[in-house]
């Protein structure tokens, strides 16, 4: 091809192609179809680096004939039996002969004693079903068996089955991402089984492997989801489906479709920065509110929707805060400070002009980074089995944590030597952990100890105000 291989390693085909490539001027490039074979030469390549796809349908069967629907845990068997049926026939067969050998040596024996009886029997075998040696059952402590439990019930187990079925189809595939399709995740859900369902799935969609699509004709499901992840799906008369742009008229339909906003339960607004702010809080008043009357828990609240979460992020404050105010409604606003004093708090302007509003918004800046610093040392060491000696107002405890974590992974390369992306999603992931797992494990001790100001019992008091 002519192509000047001078200082290109010959060695590593990457550096060969390269050099190929850039021998070809720019302007020469140009795409053509080419015909290939897909199922015998690169569909199987191809599938393993594609992400993994599975649909969780809303009309998914639930009859006898399904035995998938009918008893997951029976299906999981005859997949698990399939993948090994080469040494089940090896099992088979050695049983088969050995059982041959005692029965023909039984019919010697009974040959001395009766010739005629003897003639008239034979080792007849039927085919081995090994799906029956095998018994897997899920019984409630009443003894009822999940295959006769309610719709709802056994569709619960149906989703959470399905999620277990995706990770581990990956993991076998190799497949570098998973998006999980789920229709109508609320269907048959008691309403707070619909929450917890719906508060799995956005923790999973977290994950930067895996996306979540789910629809849902749920109101209360739409509200609780960021607005910026919502698509309207919008038929025409003449019956043709679009997506809507995501934009406020796409936003006004939907609630008018759905009727999300018209709630006229709603007593206050809390404004955060993001939905680990969300899990912090919900975690910890619930934790407090067991022991202490004047706080509120706010999941609860939430779940009952005499509480909305709005999670805004400082830069959008002023927008948010805007159309918040002419609903009437009371709005608490909890700020991270981000920078140390001297410097003022990262968004300190916007939080001066929703207390300049008056007696119906208030708005609180943390003393510290942000709320992974009120977090006690002993509750990240029992999540994370590794945590700081101490944490200081300004100390970065998720890259923190992260850190420690990977130190104790025991990992060939140190953590400054890791690349930029792949530290920024270690860290994230930590973040998402100490929100969630280090928060339920605080006490009302522990915050005690790492908030020594009660910053935290004041602004859920302060909400609570709101909710009595």
């Known amino acids: 091809m002519g192509v000047d291989l001078d200082g290109v390693n010959q060695a590593v085909k990457s550096s060969i192609r390269h050099a190929i490539w850039n021998s ?40 006898d004939q399904d035995a998938e629907a009918q008893d997951p845990l029976k ?11 080469g040494q089940l026939e090896l099992i088979g067969n050695h049983v088969r002969q050995q059982v041959e050998a005692v029965t023909r040596a039984t019919i010697d024996k009974l040959r001395e004693m009766d010739l005629a009886l003897a003639g008239e029997l034979n080792p007849v075998f039927s085919s081995l079903n090994w799906a029956k040696v095998f018994s897997v059952s899920l019984t409630a402590e009443d003894q009822v068996p999940l295959n006769k439990r309610g719709s709802g ?67 209360l499901l739409a509200r609780k989801i960021d607005q910026s992840q919502i698509r309207f799906i919008e038929v025409s008369p003449d019956r043709v489906r679009t997506v809507a742009p995501n934009d406020d008229a796409a936003s006004t339909r939907l609630r008018d479709s759905l009727g999300i906003l018209p709630n006229h339960n709603v007593r206050v607004f809390v404004g955060v920065e993001g939905p680990n702010d969300i899990e912090f809080l919900s975690r910890i008043s619930a934790t407090l509110a067991i022991t202490e009357a004047d706080i509120p828990d706010l999941r609860a609240a939430e779940n009952s929707g005499t509480l909305v979460y709005i999670p805004m992020g400082g830069s959008t404050l002023e927008l948010w805060t805007n159309r918040l105010q002419g609903l009437e409604v009371p709005e608490v606003h909890i700020m991270d400070r981000d920078y140390a004093p001297p410097q003022p708090a990262k968004y300190q302007a916007s939080a001066d002009r929703v207390n300049a509003r008056g007696a119906g918004a208030i708005a609180f800046t943390t003393s510290c980074r942000e709320m992974e610093n009120l977090l006690h040392c002993d509750a990240i060491r029992e999540e994370f089995e590794a945590a700081p000696p101490a944490i200081q107002p300004f100390d970065d405890v998720p890259a923190m944590v992260a850190e420690l974590v990977h130190a104790a992974s025991l990992p060939p390369n140190p953590w400054a030597a890791i690349d930029e992306d792949k530290r920024e999603k270690k860290i994230s992931k930590a973040k998402r952990r100490l929100n969630r797992g280090a928060a339920d494990r605080m006490t009302a001790d522990r915050l005690t100890a790492s908030d020594p100001t009660d910053q935290v019992r004041t602004w859920l008091r302060r909400i609570g105000e709101h909710l009595r």
């Open 24 to 63: 070809v001027p720019r302007q020469d490039l140009a795409l053509r179809e080419v015909q290939l074979e897909m199922k015998g030469t690169i569909w199987k390549p191809l599938q393993n680096s594609l992400p993994l796809y599975q649909l969780f349908r809303a009309d998914r069967p639930s009859s």
């Open 153 to 219: 019930v056994r569709r619960l187990f149906l989703i959470n089955f399905f999620r277990a079925k995706a990770e581990q189809l990956a993991g076998d595939r190799g497949a570098p991402d998973v998006i999980l399709a789920i229709e109508e995740p609320e269907t048959s859900q008691h309403p707070n089984n619909q929450l917890l369902l719906l508060e799995a799935l956005i923790e999973l969609s977290q994950s930067p492997s895996t996306q979540v699509l789910l629809t849902t004709h749920n109101p």
């Open 75 to 85: 299906y999981a068997i005859k997949e698990a039996l399939v993948s090994q049926q």
